[in-house]
């Protein structure tokens, strides 16, 4: 792992100075065949980062049921990322924001007896763990 840290100027990793900048390419909504495409014209446009948030209702549809390949195959984007030279920002949840349904929470973990979702209580966390 490299090594990060902030000097309230900018990144700097590895020692060196970087300015972060940007694009959000949600992965899990594009069809894999235009993810070479769709990273070759980030990197060309001069971004060098790529946000995108992984979605839990889209990788656990049903509890315990696991998605991680096709359209889901997370591991598959991130290498893509690396291999144009942009980093990755991964909003993991597992709230990753309002722009999706339920902000990504599986509907059936809000159906789940004496569940508390997006509270700090033991049913929610256990899930979230």
């Not at 970087?18 to 980030?42: N, Q």
């Not at 509890?63 to 291999?83: H, I, Y």
Request: net charge negative.
């Amino acid at each position: 792992m490299p090594s990060v840290s902030y000097d309230g100027q900018s990144f700097l990793i590895n020692g060196q100075r970087i300015w972060l900048c940007g694009a959000s390419v949600p992965y899990a909504f594009i069809p894999p065949e235009e993810w070479e495409r769709t990273l070759a014209r980030v990197a060309e446009a001069g971004f060098n980062l790529v946000e995108t948030a992984v979605p839990w209702m889209l990788h656990e549809p049903r509890q315990g049921s696991f998605l991680f390949e096709g359209q889901l195959d997370l591991a598959r984007f991130v290498t893509l990322c690396g291999e144009h030279g942009l980093r990755v920002l991964l909003r993991a949840g597992p709230y990753v924001g309002g722009r999706i349904d339920g902000g990504g929470l599986p509907a059936w973990l809000g159906e789940m007896e004496g569940m508390a979702v997006r509270q700090g209580k033991e049913s929610f966390l256990e899930r979230v763990g």
